[in-house]
């Protein structure tokens, strides 16, 4: 069974820089896709980052030139740098994982995949 644990969030002032990691146990991690999705309180679970298992990368529009994923095969941990935080980058950070080859809409949706970690949330201060 896979499980997700994530690590890493707190509250940090507008402008600031928080690293998220999350570590993945009991499968093979390289053969998954891994994603950060976050939620904010009453909107529904939205796409940030993917790396998928060939090092490829997507990231969503809102984050793109701030956030940086990456994964570390060897320690089985995937983690997302948050640079230049914005108070509406706020949210419960989710990390995600899945297998097969995917359409970049598939990698984007919060459907699409198979295992989650528990959250962790970021709170940025204006």
């Known amino acids: 069974q896979v499980q997700l644990v994530e690590s890493g969030g707190g509250l940090v002032q507008a402008g600031g820089s928080l690293r998220l990691s999350c570590k993945l146990s009991g499968r093979t991690f390289s053969s998954y896709h891994m994603a950060w999705f976050r939620q904010a309180p009453g909107k529904e679970r939205e796409f940030v980052a993917v790396?998928?298992?060939?090092?490829?990368?997507y990231y969503s529009d809102s984050v793109k030139g701030r956030f940086a994923v990456s994964r570390d095969n060897a320690k089985n941990t995937v983690d997302l740098q948050m640079n230049n935080l914005k108070p509406e980058d706020t949210a419960v950070y989710y990390c995600?994982?899945?297998?097969?080859?995917?359409?970049?809409?598939?990698?984007?949706?919060?459907?699409?995949?198979?295992?989650w970690g528990q959250g962790t949330p970021v709170t940025v201060s204006s």
């Open positions: 790396v998928r298992s060939v090092g490829i990368t």
């Open positions: 995600g994982a899945k297998t097969g080859i995917s359409t970049y809409l598939t990698y984007t949706s919060p459907s699409a995949y198979n295992y």
